[in-house]
């Protein structure tokens, strides 16, 4: 058996942690650069605030009904998210944690287990440690999981854990789930799935095996075999990233190389403390930049450079040199820049290493220089070591003018009790 348990509109419950008058009022949660929608509170959803709308177009809404507006805290949301994880993991002996606010449990040997008290003790204590709820399913396969757990957040009755251990179960279940409601089928499939009158999860498991690999193909077949309870879909146990992306749309339009520069040797920096921290190195780099498509009054332009490193690296100075090299060769004046990122890619363990013939650079010998800034940022605070390159003007930052304190990991922002 597998169980999902998902946080409750998880960065609006983050918000709500540390600021109870919240609870029970409308509360949205805002993209980078104050932009979009980008979680919303069941009160909020109640009044009609759609996902990726534009803060702009709510804001007669929003005042209306009194919806408090946050600037999205990813320092906050990834504390929260560790403090759940952690807790989840001591109630089964496998987890893989599949999102910020989602983990897959293996229940294997819990044969004689009530899993339903179970599942209920999980989510009582996580929302008792943490204060953020939240929900579980539970069922023979991940795609029924997930099933399991919408129901699990609809129906109050559940008392948020819904299992599915039955033939029975399982049918009364997919009769009731929307084709587009299952994981794995997107939008896309979706739409051609209803073309062929397969409007459920049930519909679409009494299609013939071979209809279904026809159709849809090896990933479509897996998830029609998860539906009729043969799991496929394993547990991920490995726990570095595949590929790392830092990207943020800036907080103003920039026409000039320096302060993108600045920017994007800040996300170099970022993948590279990520790559350490998984104790990893990464093979490929890309840098990409782009305007505003959104701006059809202005010139577009968007450009992306790869580079093969010639040794794989953690190292910030390197990712940093070989990004600006990246971003000189693709960089144009004349154009207002809207966003830019830096992804690594092609991971590997960082030993043993695959060297080159040719490197002359003293790699043990930055290896220790990098322990050493990070063991200073831990102690002191983030970025209070970095590379020059970095800078200190920041004129690409983003803009967070409703920013919540982040109350579980700088010591000025802790909250205050006076008695």
């Given at each position: 058996?597998?169980?999902?348990?998902?946080?409750?509109?998880?960065?609006?419950?983050?918000?709500?942690?540390?600021?109870?008058?919240?609870?029970?009022?409308?509360?949205?949660?805002?993209?980078?650069?104050?932009?979009?929608?980008?979680?919303?509170?069941?009160?909020?959803?109640?009044?009609?605030?759609?996902?990726?709308?534009?803060?702009?177009?709510?804001?007669?809404?929003?005042?209306?009904?009194?919806?408090?507006?946050?600037?999205?805290?990813?320092?906050?949301?990834?504390?929260?998210?560790?403090?759940?994880?952690?807790?989840?993991?001591?109630?089964?002996?496998?987890?893989?944690?599949?999102?910020?606010?989602?983990?897959?449990?293996?229940?294997?040997?819990?044969?004689?287990?009530?899993?339903?008290?179970?599942?209920?003790?999980?989510?009582?204590?996580?929302?008792?440690?943490?204060?953020?709820?939240?929900?579980?399913?539970?069922?023979?396969?991940?795609?029924?999981?997930?099933?399991?757990?919408?129901?699990?957040?609809?129906?109050?009755?559940y008392k948020s854990v819904c299992v599915i251990d039955t033939d029975e179960k399982r049918e009364k279940a997919l009769k009731l789930l929307d084709i587009g409601d299952v994981w794995g089928i997107g939008r896309q499939y979706a739409t051609k799935l209803r073309y062929y009158s397969i409007n459920t999860g049930w519909d679409f498991t009494q299609r013939t095996k071979s209809w279904v690999r026809h159709t849809m193909g090896v990933v479509g077949e897996r998830t029609w075999l998860e539906l009729r309870g043969t799991p496929c879909v394993e547990m991920d146990r490995s726990t570095s990233k595949k590929s790392i992306c830092t990207s943020r749309s800036f907080g103003e339009r920039l026409t000039e190389l320096e302060p993108i520069s600045e920017a994007i040797a800040n996300f170099a920096a970022s993948c590279a403390e990520k790559l350490r921290k998984q104790k990893s190195l990464a093979s490929i780099l890309m840098i990409f930049i782009h305007t505003n498509p959104h701006a059809t009054n202005q010139p577009q332009y968007s450009n992306q450079k790869v580079i093969h490193l010639p040794v794989a690296t953690n190292d910030s100075t390197e990712l940093i040199n070989f990004a600006l090299q990246g971003l000189k060769s693709i960089y144009k004046k004349g154009y207002r820049y809207k966003k830019g990122g830096v992804i690594?890619?092609?991971?590997?363990?960082?030993?043993?290493?695959?060297?080159?013939?040719?490197?002359?650079?003293?790699?043990?010998?930055?290896?220790?220089?990098?322990?050493?800034?990070?063991?200073?940022?831990?102690?002191?605070?983030?970025?209070?070591?970095?590379?020059?390159?970095?800078?200190?003007?920041?004129?690409w930052k983003l803009k967070n003018e409703k920013l919540s304190p982040c109350y579980t990991t700088k010591m000025e922002d802790v909250l205050e009790i006076k008695v």
């Open positions: 058996m597998y169980a999902l348990i998902d946080c409750n509109n998880f960065y609006a419950s983050c918000e709500r942690v540390f600021n109870p008058s919240l609870n029970g009022k409308p509360v949205v949660v805002l993209s980078n650069n104050d932009g979009c929608v980008i979680a919303r509170s069941t009160e909020a959803k109640a009044l009609g605030i759609p996902m990726a709308e534009p803060a702009y177009k709510l804001k007669e809404l929003i005042e209306k009904n009194q919806v408090t507006v946050f600037s999205s805290n990813y320092v906050l949301y990834g504390d929260m998210s560790h403090r759940v994880m952690t807790t989840i993991s001591e109630f089964a002996p496998e987890m893989e944690i599949y999102s910020i606010d989602e983990a897959f449990l293996l229940l294997d040997g819990f044969q004689l287990i009530d899993l339903k008290a179970y599942g209920e003790k999980v989510v009582r204590t996580t929302t008792r440690n943490t204060g953020i709820p939240v929900s579980m399913g539970i069922a023979p396969t991940k795609t029924l999981a997930k099933a399991a757990n919408r129901f699990a957040k609809k129906y109050p009755n690594v890619s092609e991971i590997v363990p960082e030993r043993p290493l695959q060297g080159n013939l040719f490197d002359t650079k003293d790699r043990e010998k930055f290896n220790k220089v990098m322990t050493v800034m990070d063991n200073l940022n831990a102690s002191y605070g983030k970025q209070k070591v970095k590379i020059a390159a970095q800078g200190f003007d920041r004129k």
